[in-house]
């Protein structure tokens, strides 16, 4: 069975500061992962995605996450943070070729001025 | 692209009374559709994935009878939560799936049971 880790439930940081979540995942089998981000009342935006090929991806909005099979990770970065990225942020595994996933418990990250 | 609705954005109804809400996928025909359930500051629990035209499959512990799932359509399907009690008010989130192992989020219903 799979299972994802986001150790911290919660990331303070200032104003364009750099920014790293973490998340790690167990799964006996190959994995596609993923990142959303959730706002205050809203539902749950794909922020990016790995299913194969490069690594590292990126969203449009300046994060990134790269995949580590070894480490079984996908943090995601982001080098100068936004007021406007408070948000909740989930992690989430499916096993390759399949749609079910499974989510981490969400890191809530906030900005400060 | 990739566009998911939900509706009734906010719904609040007695205790003992059913309650529909309807999940739609705008510009994509979505093969699979998922139904969570959020409760606060937790995650997303899975209730049960929908393939358009059969049964819905069920994650352990969730009451088929008390939630039905119906997925008429590639573009609809359909949670009812019937008899609802207090317990039941949440946030509940549909997901869509073209085919393409990513899942798209509708905006979530808030369903506060008095």
């Known amino acids: 069975a799979q299972s994802v880790t986001q150790l911290d439930s919660q990331v303070p940081v200032f104003e364009e500061a750099p920014v790293e979540l973490r998340c790690n995942y167990s799964s006996s089998v190959s994995v596609y992962l993923f990142w959303y981000v959730q706002y205050p009342n809203q539902g749950l935006q794909l922020l990016l995605k790995?299913?194969?090929?490069?690594?590292l991806v990126e969203s449009i909005n300046g994060f990134e996450a790269e995949f580590n099979k070894s480490q079984t990770s996908f943090h995601l970065r982001k080098p100068s943070v936004h007021i406007s990225d408070t948000a909740e942020y989930f992690c989430?595994?499916?096993?390759?070729?399949?749609?079910?996933?499974?989510f981490g418990t969400g890191t809530r990250l906030q900005v400060f001025p | 692209g990739a566009v998911v609705s939900q509706h009734p954005s906010r719904v609040i109804c007695k205790s003992g009374t059913s309650v529909k809400i309807e999940c739609r996928s705008l510009d994509f025909q979505a093969t699979t559709m998922f139904w969570y359930r959020q409760f606060p500051k937790k995650s997303l629990m899975l209730m049960a994935t929908s393939n358009e035209g059969s049964k819905a499959t069920y994650e352990q512990g969730v009451e088929k009878d008390k939630f039905l799932i119906n997925h008429a359509s590639l573009t609809l399907s359909t949670l009812t939560v019937t008899s609802a009690h207090p317990e039941d008010s949440s946030f509940y989130i549909c997901?869509?799936?073209?085919?393409?192992?990513?899942?798209?989020f509708g905006p979530g219903t808030r369903l506060t049971v008095l």
């Open positions: 997901s869509a799936s073209g085919g393409g192992f990513t899942q798209y």
């Open positions: 790995y299913l194969s090929g490069s690594t």
């Open positions: 989430a595994v499916s096993e390759e070729n399949t749609d079910k996933l499974i």
